[in-house]
């Protein structure tokens, strides 16, 4: 509900080395995690438009994106409030005022224990129908098997695993 306070973050956490996207109201939020699917969504409770309780039901009620870690932020320090939260299937909750670097190491132990490891990708991801599978180095696109070349599969990998994300050429090379 605070886009200075959301901006704020964004920067730490990209500072941090976060691939992020921002969205100042609930329905853009869910949209984008629905389509992104992120790793971890951080989800203030006041938000416009749909608000984060109801962002969190939506995610947690659907099949791709229940998996999502989300941990709400808010200026709701009641122990009824947190509860809530929990119950909706919040991940961890944060209230403000808070500290940044709290912040960053809280995503960071969620993201640990959500996937095994820091920085560690998941082995497979679906994108629109196209899943890539690392451990195999197979991809398939709508359950048809796609014959790549190392170059085209880490390429592919590359581009599915940070969409939005522009790159230039030589980072796609490398």
């Known amino acids: 509900d605070d886009r200075s306070l959301a901006d704020v973050v964004a920067y730490n956490l990209r500072q941090a080395g976060y691939d992020v996207l921002v969205s100042y109201d609930g329905q853009d939020g869910l949209t984008r995690a629905q389509l992104r699917m992120p ?3 951080l989800l203030d409770l006041m ?4 608000d984060g309780q109801e962002v969190c039901r939506r995610l947690r009620a659907d099949s791709a994106t229940r998996d999502i870690l989300v941990l709400m932020l808010t200026a ?4 009824s409030d947190q ?3 929990f119950s909706l299937g919040a991940d961890d909750y ?3 005022p808070f500290s940044v670097k709290v912040l960053l190491e809280r995503i960071k132990a969620l993201l640990k224990r959500g996937r095994g490891v820091v920085g560690e990708a998941a082995d497979t991801v679906d994108c629109l129908g ?3 599978d690392r451990r195999r180095h197979r991809a398939t696109a709508h359950d048809r098997n796609l014959e790549l070349t190392k170059s085209e599969f880490r390429l592919l990998d ?3 695993r940070q969409p939005g994300r522009v790159f230039d050429r ?3 090379i490398d």
């Open 39 to 41: 790793d971890l969504v």
């Open 47 to 50: 938000l416009p438009v749909l």
């Open 76 to 79: 709701k320090s009641e122990e």
């Open 83 to 85: 509860l809530v939260g």
């Open 94 to 96: 944060v209230t403000k």
């Open 130 to 132: 196209v899943v890539i």
């Open 158 to 160: 590359t581009l599915i």
């Open 170 to 172: 030589a980072e796609l």
